[in-house]
């Protein structure tokens, strides 16, 4: 008697799916909770980059190297963003149209905007993309994902930080009256 047994054949998977163990009205859940973020990402982002492109005046320095850095973490989100979806099973963003469909922080394609209403526009959008973070993270609990809702608490505390930067450097002109 052989102890070896012949290998059974499987279901062959689908071009991209992901092997999960959550049902899949959670996949399509959780995936488009976190697809709309990654919109969202790619929007504040941009906002970001482009306010510091264009900032200017007496405190452009500490602005421009502030909105630099925190367009460098809210890009950083992104991929990790995106491959959450892929790793559960589930296909993200595909285009900039995409994007521009989902997206719920609005752009801003002023020729000049003011350098603390910059800060004060970016400092709402962070308000905003918090809590889209803690709808989402509802969405996730929903399902017991805990790995993807352990990801937003991070990416919640890293926007709450910026909100709170944006803030601070926003109001200290009002306060010295410059």
Not at 21 to 41: E, F, G, M, R, Y
Not at 43 to 54: D, E, I, P, S
Request: net charge negative; aromatic share 8%.
């Amino acid at each position: 008697m052989s102890k070896v047994r012949m290998l059974q054949p499987q279901k062959k998977a689908a071009a991209l799916e992901t092997p999960t163990d959550l049902k899949a009205d959670a996949v399509a859940a959780i995936s488009k909770a976190l697809n709309t973020l990654v919109a969202d990402t790619f929007a504040l982002y941009l906002k970001t980059k482009n306010f510091h492109w264009h900032v200017s005046g007496p405190h452009f320095r500490d602005y421009h190297l502030l909105l630099d850095k925190q367009a460098d973490q809210i890009f950083a989100m992104t991929d990790a963003m995106a491959e959450r979806v892929r790793k559960i099973g589930g296909t993200t963003i595909r285009s900039i149209g995409q994007v521009s469909r989902l997206q719920r922080i609005d752009d801003n394609d002023a020729d000049f905007v003011p350098p603390l209403e910059m800060l004060r526009e970016l400092l709402e959008d962070n308000k905003t993309f918090a809590a889209n973070m803690r709808a989402a993270h509802k969405i996730c609990d929903d399902h017991e994902d805990v790995a993807t809702a352990s990801m937003i608490e991070v990416w919640i505390d890293e926007t709450e930080r910026r909100t709170w930067f944006l803030f601070e450097a926003s109001r200290g002109a009002d306060r010295t009256g410059h």
